[in-house]
Protein backbone atom coordinates (compact mmCIF):
# COMPACT_ATOMS: atom_id res chain seq x y z
CA UNK A 1 0.00 0.00 0.00
CA UNK A 2 1.48 3.67 -1.09
CA UNK A 3 1.81 6.38 1.66
CA UNK A 4 -1.23 7.86 2.99
CA UNK A 5 -1.10 12.02 2.93
CA UNK A 6 -2.38 13.60 6.17
CA UNK A 7 -4.95 16.45 5.23
CA UNK A 8 -6.58 18.44 7.60
CA UNK A 9 -10.22 19.85 7.34
CA UNK A 10 -11.09 23.56 7.90
CA UNK A 11 -12.92 22.27 11.37
CA UNK A 12 -10.02 20.25 12.19
CA UNK A 13 -7.00 22.69 11.76
CA UNK A 14 -9.17 25.22 13.19
CA UNK A 15 -10.12 23.67 16.72
CA UNK A 16 -6.11 22.36 17.03
CA UNK A 17 -5.54 26.01 16.69
CA UNK A 18 -8.21 27.12 18.86
CA UNK A 19 -6.99 24.48 20.99
CA UNK A 20 -3.38 25.81 20.90
CA UNK A 21 -3.78 29.57 21.19
CA UNK A 22 -5.83 28.58 24.95
CA UNK A 23 -3.76 26.58 26.14
CA UNK A 24 -0.87 29.13 25.37
CA UNK A 25 -2.55 32.30 26.67
CA UNK A 26 -3.55 29.97 30.20
CA UNK A 27 -0.48 28.59 30.83
CA UNK A 28 1.49 32.52 29.34
CA UNK A 29 3.90 30.02 27.71
CA UNK A 30 3.94 27.95 25.05
CA UNK A 31 5.27 24.82 26.31
CA UNK A 32 2.24 22.78 26.50
CA UNK A 33 1.06 23.40 23.37
CA UNK A 34 4.63 22.43 22.07
CA UNK A 35 3.84 19.39 23.46
CA UNK A 36 0.75 18.82 21.84
CA UNK A 37 2.02 19.52 19.02
CA UNK A 38 4.50 16.47 19.52
CA UNK A 39 2.58 13.97 21.05
CA UNK A 40 -0.02 14.99 17.67
CA UNK A 41 2.67 14.56 15.07
CA UNK A 42 3.50 10.76 17.09
CA UNK A 43 -0.26 10.31 16.72
CA UNK A 44 -0.76 10.84 13.20
CA UNK A 45 3.00 8.21 12.61
CA UNK A 46 0.86 5.51 14.84
CA UNK A 47 -2.54 6.23 12.70
CA UNK A 48 -0.99 6.15 9.79
CA UNK A 49 0.97 2.62 10.26
CA UNK A 50 -2.21 1.58 11.98
CA UNK A 51 -5.51 3.01 10.74
CA UNK A 52 -7.61 0.24 11.57
CA UNK A 53 -6.63 -0.22 15.16
CA UNK A 54 -8.72 2.69 16.37
CA UNK A 55 -12.58 2.56 17.53
CA UNK A 56 -15.08 3.36 15.02
CA UNK A 57 -16.76 6.62 16.06
CA UNK A 58 -20.90 7.46 16.18
CA UNK A 59 -20.02 9.09 12.83
CA UNK A 60 -20.40 7.23 9.27
CA UNK A 61 -16.94 6.39 8.00
CA UNK A 62 -14.98 7.70 10.74
CA UNK A 63 -12.50 6.31 13.77
CA UNK A 64 -11.32 7.83 17.05
CA UNK A 65 -7.64 8.03 18.11
CA UNK A 66 -7.80 9.20 22.26
CA UNK A 67 -4.56 10.85 23.42
CA UNK A 68 -5.44 11.17 27.09
CA UNK A 69 -7.70 15.00 26.53
CA UNK A 70 -7.49 14.94 22.96
CA UNK A 71 -9.21 13.02 20.04
CA UNK A 72 -7.97 12.82 16.48
CA UNK A 73 -11.08 11.84 14.46
CA UNK A 74 -10.30 10.82 11.29
CA UNK A 75 -11.61 9.04 7.63
CA UNK A 76 -9.26 7.01 5.19
CA UNK A 77 -9.21 6.72 1.51
CA UNK A 78 -6.20 5.10 -0.29
CA UNK A 79 -4.15 8.15 -0.20
CA UNK A 80 -5.60 10.06 2.24
CA UNK A 81 -5.95 10.02 6.04
CA UNK A 82 -8.26 13.14 6.43
CA UNK A 83 -8.70 14.72 9.97
CA UNK A 84 -12.29 15.75 10.52
CA UNK A 85 -11.85 16.90 14.04
CA UNK A 86 -9.28 17.54 16.61
CA UNK A 87 -11.19 17.28 19.63
CA UNK A 88 -10.91 18.38 23.83
CA UNK A 89 -12.65 15.55 25.14
CA UNK A 90 -13.51 17.74 28.19
CA UNK A 91 -15.96 19.94 26.33
CA UNK A 92 -20.21 19.03 25.53
CA UNK A 93 -19.97 15.88 22.96
CA UNK A 94 -22.92 17.57 21.53
CA UNK A 95 -20.96 20.62 20.18
CA UNK A 96 -18.72 17.67 18.26
CA UNK A 97 -21.76 15.88 16.71
CA UNK A 98 -22.62 19.40 15.34
CA UNK A 99 -19.21 20.29 13.71
CA UNK A 100 -19.28 16.59 12.20
CA UNK A 101 -22.21 16.67 10.65
CA UNK A 102 -21.82 20.26 9.63
CA UNK A 103 -18.42 18.85 7.86
CA UNK A 104 -20.15 15.98 6.23
CA UNK A 105 -22.60 17.81 4.20
Known sequence: ???RLVVWTE?????????????????ESTA??????????????????HPEAFKQ?????????AMGHFSIFYKLTEEHLII?????NR?????????IKKGDK
Open 57 to 65: ADFPDTRES
Open 11 to 27: TAAKQRREILKYWTEKN
Open 84 to 88: TAFWD
Open 91 to 99: QDPKKLSNL
Open 1 to 3: MAK
Open 32 to 49: FAEKLIDLTAKQLKVILK
